[in-house]
């Protein structure tokens, strides 16, 4: 009576509770404010990628904002194409200490004249106090905004860079195109490029080279996962959910879009 008692109700939660914890211990919290952040999906699509890891190292070609790798524990290599973000990401990992009061005549002179000031404080400004976090936007503290009355946005930039400060440690960033992107052999790849049909960053990214590359490298023997809203058919998707998105830039219409997980095998 007893065993059966525990193999039908005990033993499961059982199982379940220790996946969770061995699972829960790899995952911390946190995140920094990015254009095309995966913080919102994090604790859902997470576990099911990080059942794939053992000891694998943790490869973010795509790094961002870094609101997936800080959850993870463990090997990590974050890579992106723009210079100034992993410039800052390095600077807030030997110790930099953000600029606390960015001024609006601040956020200007930096717009303005870049090349005087150096890749990590530019990055600090057109990431951290731009809205929507997109480079080239209007300045978060404009008080005749609507949008920002009432809040500290020059203090949740400040705030934000000091969370990130400290959930990136232990990470090796590296400034690089993904396809030029040394990876270690038998890694767990997470990608989450710009989407196909989306705008806000500045170079221009080939779609298919990219797809061609996530089968490349799982053919040299790397676990492959994709963020994306749609992949060609050999992709497979393992995980989906309806979000809503801002129609365009400035608007405060929403449309619903698919946001997908895909791996290759
Ligand atoms: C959607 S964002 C990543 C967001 C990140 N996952 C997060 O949650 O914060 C995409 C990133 O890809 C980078 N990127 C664009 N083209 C790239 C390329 N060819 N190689 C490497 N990174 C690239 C962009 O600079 C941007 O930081």
Same mark, same amino acid.
């Not at 004249?113 to 150096?118: G, R, T």
């Given at each position: 009576m007893f065993l059966n008692n525990f193999l039908y109700t005990l033993l499961p939660v059982v199982i379940v509770k220790t996946a969770c914890l061995t699972l829960g211990r790899q995952i911390t919290r946190n995140n920094m404010k990015y254009l095309g952040s995966k913080n919102r999906i994090a604790k859902e699509i997470l576990p099911l990628m990080l059942k794939h890891r053992n000891n694998k190292t943790w490869v973010e070609p /795509?790094? !961002?904002?870094?609101n997936i790798i800080n959850k993870v524990k463990g090997d990590r290599i974050g890579a992106d194409s723009n210079e100034y973000l992993i410039s800052l990401l390095k600077e807030l990992q030997k110790g930099w200490k953000p600029i606390k009061d960015v001024t609006k005549d601040l956020f200007n002179d930096v717009r303005k =004249?870049? &090349?005087?000031?150096?890749k990590h404080i530019v990055a600090y400004i057109e990431i951290l106090f731009t809205f929507g976090a %997109?480079?080239?936007? !209007? /300045?978060?503290?404009?008080? =005749? &905004?609507?949008?920002?009355?009432?809040?500290d946005r020059i203090g949740e930039g400040y705030r934000n860079a000091l969370k990130t400060q400290k959930e990136i440690k232990g990470i090796k960033f590296i400034h690089s195109n993904y396809q030029d992107l040394e990876i270690p052999e038998n890694s767990l790849i997470y990608c989450d490029p710009p989407?196909?049909?989306? %705008?806000?960053?500045k170079d221009d990214f080939n779609h298919l080279d990219f797809w061609q590359w996530c089968r490349n490298k799982a053919k040299e023997g790397h676990k492959v996962f994709i963020s994306e809203y749609n992949a060609p058919g050999d992709f497979k998707c393992i995980w989906e959910k309806e979000l809503k998105t801002p129609? #365009?830039?400035? #608007?405060k219409v929403n449309k619903i879009n698919s946001e997908k997980l895909f791996m290759y095998e």
């Open positions: /795509f790094v !961002g904002g870094c =004249n870049p &090349d005087k000031y150096e %997109t480079w080239g936007r !209007g /300045f978060v503290g404009n008080v =005749n &905004d609507k949008v920002c009355k009432g809040r989407y196909e049909n989306t %705008t806000g960053y129609i #365009s830039k400035n #608007s």
